[in-house]
Nanobody, 124 residues
Framework: VQLQAFGGGLVQAGGSLRLSCAAS????????ITWFRQAPGKDREFVAA????????DYADSVKGRFTISKNNAENTVYLQMNSLKPEDTAVYYC??????????????????WGQGTLVTVSS
């Protein structure tokens, strides 16, 4: 599976961005597509996940109500719509994929395929 993330950029606080994660390869065998982010000097953290087959989603508390994850199976693409952005959302955003379906789905070490990352910068 190959993943390519894009759509990052510079936006003012309160603004919006939409990230895309384009998947290729044996995508239908994967269970989850997930967005993580990593700010300078901080650990990589879970943002949002979506089930490739059923479409169920999960969000970190810090983004719930502001971010929406969605997918287009026909285009093999997962999106992350980010609204009401805050300076603390500034980070490199990565999409990742896993077959794992257990309780550690928010743990980035459970993911074996990663996109290259896209930088989101939110100015105050």
């Amino acid at each position: 599976v190959q993943l390519q993330a894009f759509g990052g950029g510079l936006v003012q606080a309160g603004g919006s961005l939409r990230l895309s994660c384009a998947a290729s390869g044996r995508t239908f065998s994967r269970y989850l597509i997930t967005w993580f982010r990593q700010a300078p000097g901080k650990d990589r953290e879970f943002v949002a996940a979506i089930s490739w087959s059923g479409g169920s989603s999960d969000y970190a508390d810090s983004v719930k109500g502001r971010f929406t994850i969605s997918k287009n199976n026909a285009e093999n693409t997962v999106y992350l719509q980010m609204n009401s952005l805050k300076p603390e959302d500034t980070a490199v955003y990565y999409c990742a994929s896993t077959d794992y379906s257990g309780s550690r789905r928010r743990d980035w070490t459970m993911y074996d395929y990663w996109g290259q990352g896209t930088l989101v910068t939110v100015s105050s």
